[in-house]
């Protein structure tokens, strides 16, 4: 039964940091630095519980998108469009204005999902990084075509010269020689 929910275990943690900041809400202050200030919601984090919940809702109704939606939050979390964390903490670049930057949240979060995720994760990476044989298979034909049309008016001699000398590429030789085979 845990390995049926276990890609979910990340959004898990999320849940809690989303719990933390509405129990610091109820708690009506916050002490920073021996200063207590007044605590209130804004938009990053109504949008970080939205997403979060949507995340969840996924993984039960639309398992199929369930990863989308995990990248769709990532995401968010890493441009500073959503916060799960009472204070806005992150570390990263500053240009200038823009502030490239990711919150210790996703530091933390980014990993979980690849320790849950990791045999999905690596055979989507390797299925898009790996080049297929058919693939191959069609480049290399791709490549005799365009030789044979480059070869179809040189004579048998000619031809026969070609791969007598074998200094031209293989896919090359391979055309010279179905031209050759075609003609006789």
Do not use: W
């Amino acid at each position: 039964m845990l390995q049926r929910y276990r890609p979910l275990i990340p959004v898990i943690f999320l849940v809690i940091c989303c719990i933390n900041t509405i129990a610091t809400v109820f708690g009506g202050t916050v002490t920073i630095d021996g200063i207590a200030y007044g605590y209130t919601l804004n938009a990053k984090h109504y949008g970080a519980f939205a997403a979060t919940l949507a995340t969840i809702a996924s993984f039960f109704f639309l398992k199929h998108y369930y990863r989308y939606f995990l990248l769709f939050l990532f995401a968010l979390g890493i441009f500073g469009l959503i916060n799960f964390t009472a204070s806005e903490i992150s570390s990263g670049l500053n240009f200038g204005e823009v502030h490239v930057g990711m919150s210790p949240v996703l530091m933390v979060f980014g990993p979980l999902v690849y320790i849950f995720n990791y045999q999905k994760i690596n055979s989507a990476i390797f299925s898009v990084i790996k080049s297929s044989d058919e693939k191959i298979a069609s480049i290399q034909q791709e490549e005799i075509s365009e030789f044979k049309n480059r070869f179809a008016r040189k004579s048998s001699e000619e031809l026969a010269q070609i791969v007598a000398l074998n200094k031209l590429v293989p896919p090359a030789l391979t055309a010279a020689r179905q031209l050759l085979k075609e003609r006789h």
